[in-house]
T-cell receptor, first 114, second 111 residues
Framework: GAGVSQSPRYKVAKRGQDVALRCDPI?????LFWYQQALGQGPEFLTY????????KSGLPSDRFFAERPEGSVSTLKIQRTQQEDSAVYLC????????????FGNGTRLTVT | GENVEQHPSTLSVQEGDSAVIKCTYS??????FPWYKQELGKGPQLIID?????GEKKDQRIAVTLNKTAKHFSLHITETQPEDSAVYFC??????????FGKGTTLSVSS
């Protein structure tokens, strides 16, 4: 596909459940970012990969959040023991080269924790 | 770390008018300033960006200006159309760091 693909588009989880969100970046893109977007807010940085290396995870809100990109392409964001405050849209973005080059975003996964 | 402030939070204009959205940033090391447009249910889409070695950049009806001394940059949309209605985000970063976004401006263009 031509763009960043995220699945599922919608996820409803009961509080306490674990969830896994998938991101397929644009083929060949080196850098991959995860952002969290609360309703009516701007995207907030969670974590950043360059190939398979997680270079920055300073934005992850707690140790319940974990991200991986084992082969340097597809990435998974996992949230353990979900809480209501985790409800948000989770956006994935990729860029062709490291550094400040344009980010291409997917359409996100809307997570609702009930 | 970087902090980006964006104003106004909402903006309503008549079709054909101009719209201006302003952002300030805190980190003088930031050198990349993109603008994104987000429509309902979709991810942000890059519409224009500017780097710190340039003061202004235009692309048809859209322009961005940058004042590094004052640490602010602005998006200008001329001859607005109803399809320009969306949420617009500014962002800033330096190489090797994550883009930091403003809180967004909801632009409504009425015909």
């Amino acid at each position: 596909g031509a763009g960043v693909s995220q699945s599922p588009r919608y996820k409803v989880a009961k509080r306490g459940q674990d969830v896994a969100l998938r991101c397929d970046p644009i083929s060949g893109h080196v850098s991959l970012f995860w952002y969290q977007q609360a309703l009516g807010q701007g995207p907030e940085f969670l974590t950043y990969f360059q190939n398979e290396a997680q270079l920055d995870k300073s934005g992850l809100p707690s140790d319940r959040f974990f991200a991986e990109r084992p082969e340097g392409s597809v990435s998974t964001l996992k949230i353990q023991r979900t809480q209501q405050e985790d409800s948000a849209v989770y956006l994935c973005a990729s860029s062709a080269v490291p550094g400040n080059s344009p980010l291409h975003f997917g359409n996100g996964t809307r997570l609702t924790v009930t | 770390g970087e902090n980006v402030e964006q104003h106004p939070s909402t903006l309503s204009v008549q079709e054909g008018d101009s719209a201006v959205i302003k952002c300030t940033y805190s980190d003088s090391a930031s050198n990349y300033f993109p603008w994104y447009k987000q429509e309902l249910g979709k991810g942000p889409q890059l519409i224009i960006d500017i780097r710190s070695n340039v003061g202004e950049k235009k692309d048809q009806r859209i322009a961005v200006t940058l004042n590094k001394t004052a640490k602010h940059f602005s998006l200008h949309i001329t001859e607005t159309q109803p399809e320009d209605s969306a949420v617009y985000f500014c962002a800033a970063n330096q190489a090797g760091t994550a883009l930091i976004f403003g809180k967004g401006t909801t632009l409504s263009v009425s015909s």
